[in-house]
């Protein structure tokens, strides 16, 4: 179905919760929070996701894209824990996850407009300009999104939210 290996859906059905989860934090907190019970299933899918990017992808920019991903996850999950960034640490930790959400959008909008409907789908060709533009519309919500974070963590006073670090709250 839709072209995808085993390993493909593992892949797939993998890195899928992390969708709804970042939804959820995006929604509730404004940012993605790593220390919170979401968080950390955040963490996990988009560690499976990005870590089989690796045994699935046939493109080359796949590898990069795994790479970032896995690279600004551990930067955003780790910069909290690092006392000397201080109040700065908040800030990097939210731009470093909001791109590892960018980072997964991005190939999820470009692989589902070229696979569904099975068969025949939306697009055959990568420069199709409906898959141009999702991807731009992508990119524009990244950057009017980053900006909102920004303002919000500016204005109030995000330790409340924020569980200290080292522990993980309910939510």
């Known amino acids: 179905m839709f072209g995808i290996s085993p390993l493909g859906w593992v892949h797939t059905l993998g890195s899928l919760p992390a969708i709804p989860l ?11 929070v790593p220390r919170s019970v979401p968080g950390a299933l955040y963490f996990i899918s988009m560690l499976i996701g990005a870590s089989t990017v690796f045994l699935v992808a046939h493109e080359p920019v796949s ?11 551990l930067a955003g ?35 589902t407009l070229r696979r569904v409907p099975d068969g025949h789908p939306l697009v055959t060709d990568p420069k199709s300009p409906l898959l141009l533009g999702a991807l731009a519309g992508l990119f524009v919500m990244l950057v ?13 006073d995000w330790r409340v939210a924020d569980p200290s670090p080292g522990r ?4």
Request: avoid cysteine.
């Open 22 to 32: 970042a939804i959820y934090m995006l929604a509730r907190h404004g940012r993605i």
């Open 63 to 73: 590898y990069g894209i795994g790479a970032a991903t896995i690279m600004l996850l």
């Open 77 to 111: 999950y780790g910069v909290g824990r690092i006392s000397r960034f201080g109040r700065v640490s908040t800030y990097l930790e939210t731009v470093f996850l909001t791109l590892t959400t960018f980072l997964l959008m991005v190939p999820s909008v470009s692989e």
């Open 144 to 156: 009017v999104g980053l900006t909102a974070q920004m303002i919000y963590l500016r204005r109030h």
């Open 168 to 171: 993980i709250a309910a939510e």
